[in-house]
């Protein structure tokens, strides 16, 4: 049957429906592209790291949503050349091409905001802990320990770790002592959620507990909370009674077990009790297990 014998509203509605859905699929693979042009031209690990954390789930949800209109106007073109009229056919593929594509969308949307976390914090952290070089000598540099670094920051930027506003890395050239820092936004990443496994689990509050004194640590409380599940957890971390002069003593070791993104413990003790505790690497895991007085946590 051709176009003629169609009503001419038809004829530009299936026309329309062809060259949008063309234009759509376009939009989207032409956004996919120039969102990974954009990746492959910035050379710096900490800049690349920094467009991903905040561009590249907004981009995918941009690149979907524009399949998902493709999807609707794709749908408008079912048995187009069996319909001569607007009639109830019409309406009701209408109703399905929007159920079609919202569908496509919000799948999409799923995915993109509680599953593919888990895959761009494993892509962050190549980025965020691939081997920097120093620029003026073309010597490997070493990343720093949560406490080693705090030698090389000031007041200002520990408070801002300590707010978990701020996050910031401290590399060094060990033969020149040259200092590289480095500024990333605090906590975007969330940590994997135990009781539903996406990485949704969020810092919403911070309490500190016991101040440390000259002879014991301190005790920092974290508040998580899924925002998937809405699963809810409490962490002890101990406060380091250590200044900066005491690490600056310390001779810098290199980290062992590098795979190894954070350990945890959990202690029972036979009064029933129970408590958490995270640390960054085995090293400081073992010399809290070395160090632990049960009578006193």
Not at 156 to 185: C, P
């Amino acid at each position: 049957m051709d176009y003629i014998e169609m009503s001419p509203f038809l004829v530009a509605w299936n026309n329309a429906m062809i060259l949008g859905s063309i234009i759509m699929v376009a939009a989207g693979i032409v956004i996919y592209l120039l969102h990974n042009i954009k990746v492959s031209s910035i050379a710096e690990y900490h800049l690349k790291y920094d467009y991903i954390n905040a561009k590249e789930i907004k981009t995918y949800k941009l690149v979907f949503y524009c399949f998902g209109v493709a999807v609707t106007l794709a749908i408008n073109l079912y048995g187009m050349h069996e319909m001569k009229q607007v009639e109830v056919w019409f309406f009701t593929r209408l109703f399905m091409s929007i159920a079609g594509g919202t569908l496509v969308a919000y799948v999409s949307y799923l995915v993109l905001e509680y599953y593919y976390p888990t895959k761009l914090d494993k892509k962050l952290k190549r980025y965020r802990l691939a081997p920097r070089i120093n620029p003026k000598t073309g010597n490997k540099m070493r990343l720093l320990s949560e406490e080693e670094e705090d030698v090389h920051l000031d007041e200002g930027m520990i408070a801002e770790e300590n707010v978990f506003s701020i996050d910031y890395d401290v590399w060094i050239d060990e033969k020149t002592g040259d200092v590289k820092i480095e500024k990333y936004q605090g906590r975007l990443q969330a940590l994997k959620c135990n009781t539903c496994g996406f990485y949704t689990m969020r810092v919403t509050k911070e309490e500190v507990v016991k101040m440390p004194s000259g002879t014991e640590p301190g005790e920092l409380i974290k508040h998580y909370q899924c925002s998937y599940c809405k699963s809810v957890r409490a962490t002890a971390f101990n406060i380091s009674t250590k200044e900066a002069e005491d690490y600056k003593k310390e001779k810098f070791k290199f980290r062992q077990n590098k795979d190894v993104d954070l350990v945890k413990v959990e202690i029972h003790t036979i009064s029933g009790n129970k408590k958490h505790y995270e640390f960054q690497n085995l090293e400081e895991a073992q010399k809290f297990l070395n160090e632990f007085d049960s009578g006193k946590s």
